[in-house]
């Protein structure tokens, strides 16, 4: 939700700086009726920082979608047999001592 505000912005704000560079309803143009340079100093380092702003939550946002989990064993890493899991599960208490037996037998078969 909030890059879509944050993108709402920005598109409004450059938007509205054309009319910076606008002739002014008597024919002069902004910079001669007030503004000065100032102004566009100011208007130009607003845009330049909401740019910055937009391209910075941008790689943000893209690294923290292609980051990913790291797996959680290394590849050189030998996967644990069912013998393993068995005797992790007996060494837990989820299986009982008979269904341990039981198990075991049929998988060294």
């Known amino acids: 939700m909030k890059p879509i505000l ?3 912005a920005t598109t409004t704000l450059f938007a509205a700086t ?3 560079a606008q002739p002014a309803g008597n024919g002069e143009w902004m910079w001669h009726s007030g503004w000065g340079w100032g102004g566009m100093i100011f208007g130009g380092g607003l845009l330049m920082a909401a740019f ?3 391209v910075i939550v941008l790689i943000v946002l893209l ?3 292609l980051g990913g989990s790291a797996p959680t064993h ?3 890493q030998a996967r ?4 393993d899991v ?5 060494a837990r208490g989820e299986i009982d001592k008979q269904e341990y037996e039981e198990r075991r037998g049929t998988l060294s078969d």
Do not use: G, I, K, N
């Open 63 to 65: 690294v923290r979608r």
């Open 86 to 90: 068995l005797r992790e599960r007996y």
């Open 80 to 83: 644990p047999t069912a013998l």
């Open 6 to 8: 944050l993108f709402s």
């Open 52 to 54: 910055w702003v937009v």
């Open 74 to 76: 290394h590849p050189d």
């Open 18 to 20: 054309p009319a910076l």
